[in-house]
């Protein structure tokens, strides 16, 4: 052992097994060596915990060696492998022994056919040798790739493919894509699941079918597609396509965190009740959604909003709030003077309708340049409406006429 310097060989009796004890000095005095002499099989202690583990036939190492690490096993590997370009050894994960291959800049980590030839069999996953980072998961039969099941085009995007049972897709018009975006590696089951933005592929065409969201391989949330657009379109000139072809997207948001991920290309705006009231949710603006046509919100929604802002939407047609929403005063009337509502430039607006109580602490109220704007409709029949009551701005402007 190169750098071991010996200070006192013992033979002892331990458990009815003749064993040598060597103990060391300098840099190694923690360490010592246990030598069963019957057997041959060498046992190396760093103050009493495993560190490696071998077998000797008359003072020589033969077969394998294995690696320990805080009293656990971390690999076997055999005698021989040391100093090839390509290593290969038995590493100990959770999910029982699987084999290493290292060399050429790729590692690889999986099934295997025995402990003897170590050749690749069954699932596993290649990786880069410097990054780490996760080149591809496929099948191996008799040492070479097989199947490719996924690949990482880099540390964001992977690609997966559909699997023919019994067919190879290394070559690559055999390979038919079912997905493309973002993905995590699951350390524990040694398996890639799809993380974040992505989109299935449809495997005849290749198109885009649907956009989704997805947290470690669960379906969170998704947008359907027509031929890989947001909206179905009419004709085969992209060109020619105007606003009147453009289709209808319904989008229902419920939290913050889908807010941030709705499409611009959205028409139906929905809200359900009891929805929408994180504290962190101070503004509503939907501005920069340029095709809405429709927003429906229902009761008690959106109770920490300070600011809304329905402006410069040109295709907007009716606004429909139920009861309680855009207000901290459920069933009564405040007075914050934060508390704003803005309408403004939505030539097409025909209905602006709100249930009991909404709005009922917000204290300005600016309607502008709706001219086509037909209904307002503040609270019901049978109750007190309460919107915006305490304002001291409530203005309906437009460049006909002004009215306060």
């Not at 008359?58 to 294995?66: A, I, P, R």
């Not at 493919?161 to 038919?176: F, K, P, V």
């Not at 885009?208 to 179905?232: C, H, M, N, P």
Request: glycine content about 10%; proline content about 1%.
């Amino acid at each position: 052992m190169d750098g071991y310097v010996t200070k006192r060989i013992e033979k002892r009796v331990v458990n009815g097994e003749k064993v040598e004890i060597v103990t060391y000095q300098g840099e190694h005095c923690d360490e010592y060596l246990v030598r069963e002499v019957r057997s041959g099989r060498c046992s190396l202690f760093h103050k009493g915990i495993l560190q490696l583990r071998w077998n000797e036939v008359k003072g020589v190492k033969t077969g394998g060696f294995t690696v320990y690490e805080k009293g656990k096993a971390l690999r076997s590997e055999d005698w021989k492998e040391l100093g090839k370009k390509e290593r290969r050894s038995l590493g100990n994960c959770k999910n029982g022994v699987e084999l290493v291959v290292e060399g050429n800049g790729v590692v690889y980590r999986g099934g295997f056919d025995d402990g003897i030839s170590m050749k690749r069999e069954g699932r596993g996953m290649e990786f880069d040798e410097k990054s780490g980072r996760v080149l591809r998961c496929g099948v191996w039969e008799s040492d070479k790739l097989f199947q490719i099941e996924k690949e990482c085009e880099s540390e964001e995007v992977m690609i997966e493919y559909a699997i023919d049972e019994g067919l190879s897709n290394r070559n690559l018009l055999n390979r038919h894509p079912v997905y493309e975006g973002g993905y995590v590696l699951d350390e524990e089951k040694r398996e890639v699941l799809r993380n974040g933005c992505g989109c299935e592929i449809d495997i005849k065409t290749g198109i885009a079918v649907r956009e989704g969201i997805w947290e470690r391989g669960e379906l969170k949330e998704s947008v359907d597609l027509f031929d890989g657009w947001y909206v179905k379109m009419e004709g085969n000139d992209p060109f020619g396509w105007g606003l009147a072809a453009r289709g209808d997207l319904r989008v229902e948001i419920h939290s913050w965190n889908e807010w941030e991920n709705v499409s611009k290309r959205v028409t139906e705006l929905v809200i359900p009740s009891n929805c929408c009231n994180e504290e962190k949710w101070n503004v509503f603006d939907v501005s920069e959604l340029k095709w809405l046509k429709r927003i429906e919100i229902g009761d008690e929604c959106f109770e920490n909003v300070d600011e809304v802002k329905l402006m410069g939407l040109n295709q907007l047609e009716s606004v429909v709030i139920g009861k309680n929403s855009f207000t901290k005063s459920k069933y009564r009337v405040g007075n914050d003077p934060n508390r704003h509502f803005y309408l403004k430039n939505c030539e097409r607006l025909r209905e602006l309708k709100m249930g009991c109580w909404s709005f009922s602490d917000y204290t300005v109220c600016e309607i502008n340049n709706v001219d086509r704007l037909e209904v307002i409709e503040m609270g019901a029949l049978d109750c007190a409406s309460n919107s915006f009551c305490t304002a001291s701005e409530l203005e309906l402007k437009s460049e006909v006429n002004e009215m306060k």
